[in-house]
């Protein structure tokens, strides 16, 4: 993989790194959002972790998806939401990953709607992985701090967290704006 990012991406990975691994990203659509997270992330997940990425809809999962299988971050990737019906299958066996050797190891991305990140099928799998392995990204976050989807951040990700979007705030909402910044912080 070689991809030559900007300066301001730079920044910005430098700018969460430098908080330890946690931060929104302020971007404005077309920016490289997605590509700059896979960039930032893919150094911290090289040898262990599992990504998980939070979506407000199904058509971010499979652009995600796309991205990350084009670009070679992994092969290891599974779609979570309603349409892919063995989602559940598929996301524990992708977590088999973590008892292979590091040089055998395929890291797992698990891209899921909100909905389906907050399900009780979703929430009993992602317990299985130790809190210090996940890396956790929102995209969109700003959808997800709707009060039906905040429980998305109470997912423990010692790895990292990152929440993306060209507007971060909740327009008349300041208790939903209030758990996207947790995004920033340890939970």
């Known amino acids: 993989m070689n991809i030559s990012l900007r300066e301001y991406q730079n920044q910005a990975i430098q700018s969460w790194e430098k908080n330890g691994q946690k931060g929104i990203w302020s971007m404005a659509t077309g920016t490289g ?9 893919s150094r911290k997940v090289s040898s262990n972790g ?33 349409e892919n019906s063995r989602w559940r299958r598929l996301a ?18 698990l891209i899921a709607t909100a909905t389906t990140a907050i399900s009780d099928d979703f929430q009993k799998i992602i317990q299985l992985i130790p809190d210090e392995q996940i890396l956790l990204i929102g995209d969109e976050v700003h959808r997800l701090g709707a009060t039906s989807w905040q ?31 947790s995004m920033s912080s340890s939970v």
Do not use: M
């Not at 959002?33 to 992330?41: C, E, M, P, V």
């Not at 109470?154 to 996207?180: C, F, K, V």
């Open 92 to 109: 524990a066996k992708s977590l088999l990953q973590n008892y292979l050797k590091s040089e055998d190891r395929r890291v797992p991305y």
């Open 33 to 41: 959002k997605t590509l700059t997270a896979l960039n930032a992330i």
């Open 151 to 181: 429980s998305v951040f109470s997912i423990h990700a010692n790895l990292g967290r990152l929440g993306l979007s060209a507007t971060p705030s909740r327009q008349w909402d300041e208790e939903g704006t209030e758990a996207i910044g």
């Open 50 to 82: 599992v990504v998980i990425v939070i979506v407000p809809g199904k058509d971010l999962v499979d652009q995600w998806a796309l991205v990350i299988k084009h670009y070679g971050f992994s092969k290891n990737v599974v779609k979570c939401y309603s």
